[in-house]
Every structure is written in C-alpha cells, then in structure tokens.
C-alpha cells in the first residue's frame, strides 16, 4: 500500500514538474497585459462555453450561441479560457469532444464585436489571447475531437485546428474565409493547418477561401471520418464512440501517450526525446505497468 502511494506521489510530481514546463505563448514581453484584454473582452457578451466532464474520462465542451450560429462573443472567448483551465486540472479526463449548439459548429468571431474591436491593438490583443487558450487547448493531455456540424467558418474553421481530430457529418463544411474579411487566420489556425494538411495545402485553402466539405477534408487528413448522422444527439453519440476507441485504458497511459505526441509534434528532435525520457518514467513501474506484468497479456 504504502509502494502504491509513494508511486502515486512520485507520478504526481513529475507530472507536475512537466506542466510547469508549459509557458504561454505571449506575456509582457510582447505587450500582452491579459487582464486589460479581458476587462476589454468582457464588454461583448452573449452565449456561452459549458463544460461536461463525463464519468469515462471524455469531456464534452459545447460552443453555445445558436442564435449567432456559435459565433464567439468576448465573454464566450473568457468562458472558453476557463473551461481550458479547469480541463488542464482534471486530472482522470483522458479526451475532449468541442461541437456547436443547434446543428452548427461555429462561425468564428461575433463579427459585432470585431466591429467594436477593430482598431489594431484591439486586434492583436484578441488574438494574442485567442492563441494563448488554443495553444493551452492543444497542448491538453487528452486527446480532442472538433465534431464539425453545419458550418466550421473564420476562427471555427481554426477553432477546428487546435483539435487533435476532425470528424464531419454529411453536408457539414469547413471555409477558412479570412481573405474575404481582408485578413489572414489570427487564432493560430495558419500555423497548425499548415502542421496539418502540408504548406501547399494550406495555402490553396486560405488564398481560396475554399468550401471544404467531407469528402474533401478526408483527401487532405484534415477531417478523421464523415459519420453518418448529422443529427445532434446521434452525431455526438457516433462522435463519443469514434473516440473511446482511443481514450479506452488507465488516464495516466492515455495522457502520457498524448503527451509524447505533443511533444514529437512540437519540440525539436532531441527535445522530443527527452520529453518522452521523462514522460515513460512518469508510466515506467507505475500502477499500470505493474498490473500489465502481472497479467502477462497475449497480443494476439
Ligand atoms: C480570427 C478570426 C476572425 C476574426 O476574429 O476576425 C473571424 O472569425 S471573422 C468572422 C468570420 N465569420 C464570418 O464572416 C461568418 C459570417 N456569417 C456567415 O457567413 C453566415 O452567417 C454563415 C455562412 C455562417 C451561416 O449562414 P446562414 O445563412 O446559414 O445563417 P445566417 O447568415 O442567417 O446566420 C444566422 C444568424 O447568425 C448571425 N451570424 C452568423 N455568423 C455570425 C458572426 N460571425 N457574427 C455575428 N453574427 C453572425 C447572422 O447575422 C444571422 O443573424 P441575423 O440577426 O438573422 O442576421
């Protein structure tokens, strides 16, 4: 008993030791006073971001603003910081769908509030802000599915990047629109998109300002499967399915796998490495391993 505890404790550390190791993206050095941004932020509000951490370790994040096809407002861009933090602190989630309320996935920035917003620094501290959460929401150790429904436009087209998968149900479509609004994405989905699809991909999708629907998101590796439902419920249920084929197991292995993919996905070779040196001794000896070598499992 008092082994187990002690290697509870251990991994507990070390997982700590790890997740000090995560910085934000911006901080005074680059001008970004969050707390000016979120009293400026807090002025546009309406719908919301809700949270349900569900008992097999899948949490379900929903944009909620129906009304405005899941746009994000400012209070919506708080909310979504928040739950950020509180799914960075629950420490059994092991993976996390993001879907929109009413059919939809969501249509990026609440366009009246980017009216108000549109002066230059405005701009850059939404941004600043925005790619802070969705860097902080793809660096979670769970593994992150965007259900894309309806429409996936501007920043819900980047929203659907910071997501480890993309699954869309028929008819769905994903349009980064940004050329048309005189812009180029500033949430970070240029970046990650290029991660996803290749550079000439992605600069065909953002210079086109192309519609991509299903089919042509499975040909890029930007969508994981079209189920067949477009119906809510169904296609959230077809989407919690699709993914606890990959969250099934103890959450301490199914995070330290996210956690080492991050880390060859992001870091430099050797960093990786030695990222992963560190993650397989938060695992090695611990309560599953142990429980493997008891049982001696047959791969078959
Ligand atoms: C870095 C990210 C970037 C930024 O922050 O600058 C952005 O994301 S800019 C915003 C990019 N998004 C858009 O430009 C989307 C604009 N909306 C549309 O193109 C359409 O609404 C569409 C295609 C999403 C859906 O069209 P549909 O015909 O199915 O529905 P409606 O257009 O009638 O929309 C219903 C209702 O929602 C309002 N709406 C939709 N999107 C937004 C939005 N982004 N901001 C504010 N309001 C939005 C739309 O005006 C309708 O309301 P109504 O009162 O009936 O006019």
Same mark, same amino acid.
């Given at each position: 008993m008092a082994i187990s505890l002690w290697k509870n404790l251990l991994q507990t550390?070390?997982?700590?030791? =790890?997740?000090?190791?995560?910085?934000?993206?911006? %901080?005074?050095?680059?001008?970004?006073?969050?707390? @000016?941004?979120?009293?400026?932020?807090?002025?546009?509000?309406?719908?919301?971001? %809700?949270?349900?951490?569900?008992?097999?370790?899948?949490?379900?994040?929903?944009? %909620?603003?129906?009304?405005?096809?899941?746009?994000?407002?400012?209070?919506?861009? =708080? !909310? @979504?910081? !928040?739950?950020?933090?509180? @799914?960075?602190?629950?420490?059994?989630?092991?993976?996390?769908?993001?879907?929109?309320?009413?059919?939809?996935?969501?249509?990026?920035?609440? @366009?009246?509030?980017?009216?108000?917003?549109?002066?230059?620094?405005?701009?850059?501290?939404?941004?600043?802000?925005?790619?802070?959460?969705?860097?902080?929401?793809?660096? =979670?150790?769970l593994i992150s599915v965007a259900l894309v429904q309806g429409k996936a436009i501007g920043g819900g087209a980047e929203l659907t990047t910071a997501c480890d998968f993309r699954l869309m149900t028929p008819g769905s479509e994903i349009r980064f629109v940004h050329k048309h609004m005189g812009l180029v994405p500033g949430w970070g989905g240029a970046a990650r998109l290029v991660r996803i699809v290749g550079s000439g991909a992605a600069l065909r999708l953002l210079s086109g300002a192309a519609r991509v629907d299903p089919e042509g998101a499975l040909r890029l590796g930007l969508s994981e499967e079209t189920l067949s439902s477009s119906d809510g419920t169904a296609a959230l249920e077809e989407a919690q399915a699709w993914l606890s084929q990959y969250t099934e197991g103890p959450a301490s292995v199914i995070r330290a796998v996210k956690k080492v993919v991050s880390a060859g996905r992001e870091l430099p070779v050797e960093a990786a490495l030695r990222t992963e040196k560190d993650i397989f001794g938060t695992v090695w000896g611990g309560p599953a391993n142990l429980q493997a070598l008891l049982k001696r499992p047959k791969h078959k």
């Open positions: 550390t070390r997982e700590r030791i =790890l997740q000090r190791r995560r910085v934000s993206l911006y %901080n005074g050095a680059h001008g970004y006073e969050e707390e @000016l941004i979120k009293k400026k932020l807090h002025q546009f509000d309406g719908g919301s971001i %809700n949270l349900s951490k569900e008992d097999n370790g899948i949490g379900i994040l929903t944009l %909620n603003n129906p009304k405005l096809m899941n746009a994000f407002t400012g209070t919506m861009m =708080l !909310e @979504l910081q !928040e739950r950020v933090t509180e @799914l960075e602190n629950w420490k059994d989630g092991k993976g996390l769908i993001i879907y929109g309320a009413g059919n939809t996935f969501c249509s990026g920035s609440d @366009l009246n509030a980017v009216k108000a917003i549109s002066n230059s620094q405005d701009g850059m501290n939404m941004c600043m802000f925005m790619q802070n959460t969705l860097t902080r929401l793809m660096r =979670l150790p």
